[in-house]
C-alpha cells in the first residue's frame, strides 16, 4: 500500500459499533472511542485514517432516505481530502444503503466500500477487524498507474467485495452473510486480494463527482402469492399519493391471470402509477412474455425490472421519483443502467 494513501472511515453504527448492555444484556451502539478501542490496529496500517462517527451512531433498521443522504453528504464534503472512503453500518440494510448510495454519486472515482459484521468488534470471535482491515485496504488500493482499484460503491464481507447495488443480505447467522447473485464479484481476498478490473467500473475521470440526494420515498413494494385477495391489492394500489410499485412475482415475472389483477393494475398504471416487475427469484431475471402469465402483465404497462435486486429496485425508483416529475424520464431511466445495477 502507497505510505500516503488516506482513507476516511465513516462510522454509523451497526451490530460492528455494538456491546452489551449489562442492564438488559442487548446489543446496543457503544461511542466512537470505545468503539475504536477495539480496533488498536489501526494505528499499524501504512495509510492515513481519519476518523467521522455519526451522531448517534444507530441499528441499520432505523436507516431512512435523510440517513443515505448524510452518508451521500460525508462523502461529497471531504471527497478532494481522501483516497477512499469506508462506511462501518449494520448489515440489515446495508445493501439499500450502499443501492441508494450508488445513486446519489454520480461520476464516483475513488472507491466508497461499505462493511460491517455478524459480532461486534468486542467478542472475542468477531469478523469485525478482518473485515474492517479488508475494507480499508481495499479503499486504499491503487494500480501501477496510481488509478484505484475499485472506484466504486461496494460492500466487503468475510472475502468477497460485491458491487453495493448488486448485493442481497442472505444470512442472520453466517459470517458470508452477503451475496451478489446476477452479477460477479469485484474481488476476492484470501491470502491476497485477488481484484477482477473486467467486472470493475472506471469512470474515464472527465466529468467530477456530482452528488444527488434527492429521494421520493412514495414507494411500495408488494408481493404475490397463491390466493391474494384482490381488496388487499386494490388497497395498497389507491394509496394517497403513491407514486410507484415494485412487484414480486413469480419465477420469471408470472402473476395470476385473474382479470381483477389485470384491471388494479391497469387503473394504476393510468393513473401514471409505476409498476416495476421483479421475481421473487434471488439469481436470473425477468422476462415477460416468456409465459403466458406475464403477458397481461405487460399488457397493464407493468415493466420488466430484468435482474434488479429489490434494494436496488426500492432506491432506484425513490432516487428517480425524487429526480423526475415526466413519467417518460422515469420510465426510460428505469430501464437503463445508471451504475451497473441492472443487465438488459
Ligand atoms: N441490527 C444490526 C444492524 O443492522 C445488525 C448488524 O449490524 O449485523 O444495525
Keep these: 500500500m502507497d505510505q500516503k494513501t488516506s482513507?476516511?472511515?465513516?462510522?454509523?453504527?451497526?451490530?460492528?459499533s455494538m456491546g452489551e448492555d449489562p442492564a438488559t444484556g442487548a446489543l446496543a451502539p457503544l461511542d466512537k472511542e470505545r468503539m475504536l478501542s477495539h480496533l488498536p490496529e489501526l494505528g499499524l496500517l501504512p495509510v492515513n485514517i481519519s476518523v467521522v462517527a455519526?451522531?448517534?451512531?444507530?441499528?441499520?433498521?432505523?436507516?431512512?432516505?435523510?440517513?443515505?443522504?448524510?452518508?451521500?453528504?460525508?462523502?461529497?464534503?471531504?471527497?478532494?481530502?481522501?483516497?477512499?472512503?469506508?462506511?462501518?453500518?449494520?448489515?440489515?440494510?446495508?445493501?439499500?444503503?450502499?443501492?441508494?448510495?450508488?445513486?446519489?454519486?454520480?461520476?464516483?472515482?475513488?472507491?466508497?466500500?461499505?462493511?460491517?459484521?455478524?459480532?461486534?468488534?468486542?467478542?472475542?470471535?468477531?469478523?469485525?477487524?478482518?473485515?474492517?482491515?479488508?475494507?480499508?485496504?481495499?479503499?486504499?488500493?491503487?494500480?501501477?498507474?496510481?488509478?484505484?482499484?475499485?472506484?466504486?460503491?461496494?460492500?466487503?464481507?468475510?472475502?468477497?467485495?460485491?458491487?453495493?447495488?448488486?448485493?442481497t443480505k442472505k444470512s442472520t447467522d453466517n459470517f458470508d452473510a452477503f451475496y451478489s447473485y446476477n452479477y460477479p464479484d469485484l474481488a476476492k481476498s484470501g491470502v491476497h486480494i485477488k481484484y477482477e478490473p473486467h467486472v470493475i467500473h472506471y469512470e474515464d475521470g472527465s466529468k467530477p463527482l456530482a452528488v444527488n440526494t434527492r429521494m421520493d420515498n412514495n414507494v411500495v413494494v408488494f408481493t404475490l402469492f397463491p390466493g391474494i385477495r384482490e381488496e388487499v391489492v386494490e388497497s395498497l394500489l389507491n394509496v394517497p399519493g403513491l407514486r410507484a410499485i415494485i412487484l414480486r412475482t413469480f419465477g420469471a415475472g408470472n402473476a395470476p391471470r385473474a382479470e381483477w389483477l389485470y384491471n388494479v393494475l391497469k387503473s394504476a398504471t393510468d393513473r401514471g402509477i409505476v409498476i416495476v416487475n421483479i421475481s421473487q427469484c434471488l439469481t436470473g431475471t425477468v422476462s415477460m412474455g416468456r409465459y403466458e402469465t406475464s403477458l397481461h402483465l405487460q399488457r397493464a404497462g407493468v415493466l420488466s425490472g430484468f435482474d434488479m435486486t429489490l434494494e436496488t429496485a426500492v432506491t432506484k425508483l425513490m432516487h428517480l421519483l425524487g429526480n423526475y416529475s415526466n413519467h417518460e424520464d422515469i420510465v426510460k431511466r428505469l430501464q437503463m443502467p445508471l451504475c451497473g445495477e441492472v443487465t438488459i
Design 7 to 16: 482513507v476516511l472511515l465513516i462510522l454509523t453504527g451497526g451490530t460492528i
Design 54 to 167: 455519526f451522531d448517534p451512531m444507530i441499528d441499520s433498521s432505523d436507516v431512512d432516505t435523510d440517513f443515505w443522504k448524510q452518508i451521500a453528504e460525508s462523502i461529497r464534503d471531504r471527497y478532494d481530502e481522501f483516497d477512499g472512503f469506508v462506511i462501518l453500518h449494520g448489515t440489515d440494510t446495508m445493501a439499500y444503503s450502499a443501492s441508494a448510495v450508488s445513486f446519489m454519486l454520480r461520476h464516483l472515482a475513488k472507491p466508497v466500500i461499505f462493511t460491517g459484521s455478524q459480532l461486534p468488534l468486542g467478542f472475542l470471535r468477531s469478523d469485525a477487524k478482518e473485515n474492517v482491515l479488508n475494507a480499508i485496504e481495499i479503499a486504499a488500493a491503487k494500480d501501477a498507474s496510481g488509478r484505484p482499484m475499485v472506484p466504486e460503491v461496494a460492500i466487503f464481507f468475510e472475502n468477497a467485495l460485491m458491487r453495493g447495488n448488486r448485493t
